[in-house]
């Protein structure tokens, strides 16, 4: 089982890379780029689990079965005589790791939903939405999203709060928080898949510039103005309970984009 481990990793290392290598020509392009890294999670994930012993032969042809030997048996050089936990530990701290993953999502979740219906609800700007003390701009909730706004962005200037809600528009409208969802689910699968953590961090980012970029497009707003944008909101340390997209991301994000 340590050998597979180390498969899984290596195998996602390389299409993390392959992902990465396509964002930096998408990106030149103006193309969007968040669905790539979610089809490299999804590759990451379910490669591997096709090179598994118990599934080589549902393959016709055998086809699996000669790849998967030459892979593992590389990975297996490579570790050498290196000792190797019980298969019965890693798998019960696999299943630790991934319940603990997946009950912290959902409390998330839950939280959210819960302080959503807190907030207060009103139109700004003919846009519906919660207003909270400090968290957002951000978009909580997966199956009905709304858009949180912090207090602040009540007495912004009438240009910043268009772009603001656009923003968050966007998000709900290309339906990013399943996206990301999504995203966490398929780390919450494999928890101790290191490259699949940078590969999710990578999504949250193109998730949140290929929404600047359809914000840019089609508000066309000042490109300046939408940078100060930008800065105001990490100035304000914006935080957030159960948001999975929004204006508002960790100050090395913003700062990125």
Do not use: K, Q
Not at 11 to 24: F, K, M, N
Not at 46 to 59: K, T
Not at 64 to 80: F, I
């Amino acid at each position: 089982m340590t050998h597979w481990f180390a498969y899984t990793i290596a195998a996602s290392s390389l299409v993390g890379l392959a992902c990465w290598l396509l964002e930096a020509g998408a990106w030149r392009r103006g193309w969007g780029t968040r669905r790539a890294w979610l089809a490299g999670m999804f590759g990451a994930v379910c490669m591997p689990l096709l090179a598994w012993n118990g599934l080589a032969g549902v393959w016709p042809g055998g086809l699996l079965e000669t790849v998967r030997p030459a892979s593992l048996g590389l990975v297996g050089e490579a570790l050498g005589a290196a000792p190797a936990l019980p298969s019965g530990l890693l798998a019960s701290a696999w299943l630790a790791a991934s319940a603990v993953l997946f009950l912290s999502l959902a409390a998330g979740l839950a939280a959210g939903a819960w302080r959503t219906r807190r907030w207060r609800e009103t139109m700004l700007d003919g846009t519906p939405v919660r207003v909270s003390e400090s968290v957002g701009p951000a978009v909580v909730g997966v199956l009905r999203p709304t858009i949180v706004v912090p207090r602040w962005v009540l007495g912004a200037p009438a240009a910043e709060r268009a772009m603001i809600l656009r923003h968050e528009s966007e998000h709900v409208r290309a339906g990013d928080p399943r996206l990301l969802l999504v995203g966490r689910v398929l780390v919450a699968l494999m928890p101790w898949n290191l490259p699949l953590w940078w590969m999710a961090r990578r999504l949250r980012l193109a998730v949140e510039v290929d929404c600047d970029r359809r914000v840019l497009r089609h508000a066309r707003p000042d490109v300046r103005a939408y940078g100060a944008l930008l800065l105001t909101v990490g100035r304000h340390r914006p935080g957030w309970v159960g948001a999975l997209a929004g204006l508002a991301r960790p100050r090395s994000m913003l700062e990125h984009r």
